[in-house]
């Protein structure tokens, strides 16, 4: 019997998975940690879950677009994934396959996703991405998850929607308001507006983004269930 294990990088993305998901154990917390937007974490969260137990890997959570044709709310199940270091990390087959089937209703695409230790914040990062590998989105965690369940051979998977699309940058107040931890810092984020008034439209674009984003990860978690995990 397999024994789910998840990564996420905002504490919404865990609330989205616990209120939605029957794939785990209880109590589903212990199976479900948050990276805070670091590769590095999202690999040692990630061994910790195979430590207590777990037998397969999922990476879930929000991402940044890197094809053109992807737009906020997109739903991309990873077939590979492309590490910092060039290397790629295939998903297990038939585990994507049959998410794919399930989430056909939400448009879900297989496509490889790409793994970056910094943030991709503007379309010359994204464009300069999507040229090198060929990936249809980005985020931060996925690539720990990969490493991880490679090293111990265990099946894993991607699930991931995008926010931010390809055309758009990311105002760096952004950045200041996020913690390590992955949680939202308001003050950090007044104070990074106070700096440059002139990024508010833009911040404001992004949380639009972000709703969009994580209505369809809500979305396609409900409709997998408790067939999230592998077969």
């Known amino acids: 019997m397999s024994r789910l294990g998840a990564v996420v990088g905002l504490p919404i993305e865990r609330t989205i998975l616990r209120l939605q998901a029957s794939a785990f154990d209880r109590p589903a917390q212990q199976w479900i940690e948050i990276a805070g937007a670091s590769g590095a974490r999202a690999e040692a969260l990630a061994q910790t879950l195979l430590s207590r137990g777990a037998t397969a890997l999922i990476s879930v959570g929000i991402a940044g677009g890197l094809d053109p044709r992807l737009r906020p709310g997109a739903l991309v199940i990873a077939s590979e994934v492309a590490d910092p270091e060039g290397a790629r990390i295939p998903t297990h087959n038939a585990w994507c396959e049959r998410l794919s089937a399930l989430l056909r209703t939400c448009n879900a695409r297989v496509a490889p996703i790409a793994g970056v230790d910094y943030m991709a914040s503007s379309p010359h990062q994204k ?3 999507y040229r090198k590998t060929s990936a249809a989105a ?7 998850v990969a490493r991880a369940a490679a090293r111990q051979a265990v099946p894993f998977l991607v699930l991931r929607a995008v926010a931010d699309p390809a055309d758009r940058g990311l105002p760096t107040s952004i950045t200041a308001g996020l913690g390590a931890n992955g949680t939202i810092q308001p003050l950090a984020t007044v104070a990074a507006l106070a700096a440059r008034p002139q990024e508010l439209p833009g911040l404001l674009s992004v949380a639009g983004n972000t709703i ?3 209505l369809s990860l809500w979305r396609a978690i409900r409709v997998a269930g408790n067939a999230l995990g592998p077969p």
């Open 212 to 214: 969009a984003a994580l």
């Open 127 to 129: 464009a300069d991405l």
């Open 138 to 144: 980005v985020d931060m965690e996925s690539h720990g």
